[in-house]
């Protein structure tokens, strides 16, 4: 299977915090992205890292991809309540070009 | 502009009715996908449409659900027959290409009893 699997399944901090969430996937990919939910509804997106490509940044948000180890994290810095939701990582690539195949998804939970 | 909208909402069926779920995805973008999310199955693949290709059907559950998209806009996906495992929210994406982000709708949520 190419789903990808996020590590931890749920996770608890502090406001002020940095929270780590992994993902690891199996076959070759073109690219993986990290998605974040609220409330069992619509995915926002929040960053494409492509094959090509090892580290990407958007505000307070850092992607790593090691596709030597077919694995990813998204690191999410001075975490604040309002980032409690529930992290996907997804990926696309090899033959079914276009589709994504998700994980499990990582529950962040932000404490005041 | 507009992302990717879906109706409607919410729905409610009747086990052994039929119901079509609309999506209109951002204006320009060439690829549209549905997704479906339950508890027991996680975010699963239904089906992909890119430009005037044949459609990518193979995540289909069952030849109870098919899908069309007209003048490579709009979208509908049908459920003939519901049945109560079909109760799930109903992802809509839509990405420029189909190496590009995807961008998703609210979801419809459907409920069959």
């Known amino acids: 299977s190419q789903q990808g699997e996020e590590d931890p399944q749920a996770l608890s901090i502090q406001e002020g915090e940095n929270a780590t969430m992994n993902c690891s996937y199996k076959?070759?990919?073109?690219?993986l992205q990290w998605y974040r939910q609220n409330s069992g509804r619509g995915l926002v997106h929040l960053i494409l890292?492509?094959?090509?490509?090892r580290e990407k940044h958007s505000g307070r948000l850092r992607v790593t991809l090691d596709t030597s180890k077919k694995s990813s994290s998204l690191l999410i810095t001075a975490s604040r309540a309002a980032d409690t939701a529930s992290y996907f990582c997804?990926?696309?690539?090899?033959?079914?070009?276009?589709?994504?195949?998700f994980g499990r998804g990582t529950q962040l939970t932000v404490w005041p | 502009g507009a992302g990717v909208s879906q109706s409607p909402s919410n729905k409610v069926t009747e086990k052994g009715k039929d119901v079509e779920l609309r999506c209109d995805p951002i204006?320009?973008?060439?690829?549209l996908y549905w997704y479906r999310q339950s508890l027991g199955q996680g975010l699963e693949f239904l089906i992909y449409?890119?430009?005037?290709?044949?459609?990518?059907k193979s995540g289909l559950p069952s030849d109870r659900f098919s899908a069309e998209r007209t003048g490579g806009s709009v979208s509908t996906l049908t459920i003939q027959r519901t049945q109560q495992e079909d109760s799930a929210v109903y992802l809509c994406?839509?990405?420029?290409?189909?190496?590009?982000?995807?961008?998703f709708g609210p979801g419809t949520r459907l409920t069959v009893l």
């Open positions: 994406a839509s990405s420029l290409r189909p190496v590009d982000e995807q961008f």
């Open positions: 076959t070759s990919i073109n690219n």
């Open positions: 890292i492509r094959s090509n490509e």
């Open positions: 997804a990926t696309a690539g090899g033959s079914t070009l276009g589709r994504l195949y």
């Open positions: 204006s320009g973008h060439t690829a």
């Open positions: 449409f890119q430009g005037n290709s044949a459609p990518d």
